[in-house]
């Protein structure tokens, strides 16, 4: 693959907006679409689905979105096409991932078909499209992902580019957590999503700006001969690398309550701080505002402490943003508005989020790049898959056990303190990692 040039960097980076954005609004609208909250409901929102099979399906479509997942990135690795072996799949899966995000919001058992739990109908429902969305989704992003080690040859650049990255991320999670919710309020759920949805177009900047070159067996260039690595010899590499098992059971874990908390944060504002989906917005505008200069200090603390020593210092931040929201808890009765309290918190919390779009995308591309050039094998796209893998796993798993704990009214006060209880764990997971040192000097180029 041929670098990029440096004014393409924006360009290539604003590719994971879309995606990512209705990545984002399928974690954390999905359940409150098909299972609105307590206040909701006694207001007359109707309940589409069972909890307990709505968490099963959603689980089993991770499942299978995981089975998928490392022969996705196998394919992209080792793909021979004269296109190249990572655009080819990015242009195949755009309009799928598209049409199944939209399948998402029309459950075919609506009105009087509908119980007052909902049908278990739906929820099967749930587990097709889910599966076909999660599948697409997968199959344009990890090589949308892993072009990363092999569009830009350094450290310092990989950590540009996924500093660019995580800059449009957050302008999706404001669209996500900040004006999704507002256009709730005006318009509802299926109008904001079609109204939404045009974003998904930010994903034609790394198909327009990625040039490969032919990976056919009849290219005898190094690109190609590196690339071929069976799958479950690349699986067990990438298993085998102490160093990504180390970063991925931190990231795992602090990734279950993460998820944990943003899947339940609508119905932490509705049902135990008593605000509207306008409040709620406005809430979450404190905790994204201040990310691109929150990125600079991320950036600023790299340089100085290392990236190791700055993610650790991320995960103890969020850990005591999400010890407060249980303040703005209504019948604790505190002199300051639970509004107030959200909004405190969730600007604590806006460093923790700019370290968190950050990682995923500089470390598996470090780590991956960093064993490219020991063994001569560019696998990239199985670390990202595993990452994925994992992650989407767990994603699944919060969001099962938070769709099981809010059919408890008190579930909503725990949600905080369950997520700040992850990240501590991660914090000492992560102790060992060997990687991220601060820079000596310029001639450093494997900090991360």
Known sequence: MKPIKRWQEPIYALGGFGPGFMYQIVMTYLLYYYRPAFSRVEMGAIVLAPAGAYAFGMLIARILDGVVDIPIATWTDNLKSRWGRRRPLMILGFIPTVLSFLLLWYPPLTGSRLGPDGHWGNAVFIAVASSLYFFFHTLIVVPYLASLSEIVKDERSRVRVASWQTFFNTAGYVLTFVVAPILFDQF??????????????????PILVLKESSTLESDTSQESKAADVPLWESVKMTLANRT???????VATFFFGLQFFLGGIAFMAADMMGL????????????????????????WLVKRKGAKWAFRLGLLVFAFAMLLFPLGWTQLNLPVPPFMVG????????????????????????IAATEAKETGKDRAGMYFAVQGVINQFMGSLAGSVLALLLNWRLGVVVIGPIAAVTCVLAYFFFKPYPLGQPQASPVNTEGL
Do not use: C, E, H, K
Not at 188 to 194: D, E, L, Q, S, Y
Not at 244 to 250: A, E, P
Not at 276 to 299: K, T
Not at 343 to 363: D, L, M, N, Q
């Open 343 to 366: 909004v405190i918190a969730g600007g604590i919390a806006s460093f923790s989020i700019g370290v968190f779009f950050t990682i995923p995308y500089a470390f598996p591309a470090q």
């Open 188 to 205: 509802g759920i299926r109008t904001t999503i079609w109204m939404l949805v045009p974003v998904f177009l930010s994903f034609l900047g």
């Open 244 to 250: 990504f098992r180390i970063y991925m059971l931190s």
């Open 276 to 299: 509207s989906d306008s409040q709620l917005g406005l809430m979450n505008a404190a905790a994204f505002a201040p990310v691109p200069i929150m990125l600079l200090l991320f950036n």
